[in-house]
């Protein structure tokens, strides 16, 4: 069964960094799409990051140039990267599977394309 389990959240100071880690388990990187969504209290859960082995990777406008999401195959593991976090980053973070094959479809698709879900971390950017 698949599992997913993230790590590396906490509180930071606006301008600071964080890595969030996102272990995975139970399928392959050859087969699922790997995104990183983010909740804000009283907000919809939006899609941060996404990565595919085959098709590249996806950041929202609101993260180009800060964030950057990466497969540490060997690991088993995909990583965000966070610089220059601002206090709008505040959020508990998700990192979810899909099924995925080449050109298959657009990343990232939407939530609901996503069969498998971690438990989330929260990052808190302090002004």
């Known amino acids: 069964e698949a599992r997913l389990v993230e790590s590396g959240g906490g509180l930071v100071q606006a301008g600071g960094s964080l890595r969030l880690s996102c272990a995975a388990s139970g399928f392959t990187f050859d087969d699922y799409a790997v995104g990183w969504f983010r909740q804000a209290p009283g907000k919809e859960r939006e899609v941060v990051s996404c990565i595919s082995v085959s098709d590249g990777t996806y950041y929202a406008d609101s993260v180009k140039g800060r964030f950057t999401i990466s497969i540490d195959d060997a690991k088993s593991t995909v990583y965000l990267q966070m610089n220059s976090l601002k206090t709008e980053d505040t959020a508990v973070y998700y990192c979810?599977?899909?099924?995925?094959?080449?050109?298959?479809?657009?990343?990232?698709?939407?939530?609901?394309?996503?069969?498998?879900w971690g438990q989330g971390t929260q990052v808190s950017v302090s002004s």
């Open positions: 979810a599977a899909r099924p995925w094959r080449p050109g298959w479809a657009t990343l990232p698709g939407t939530k609901y394309d996503y069969e498998y």
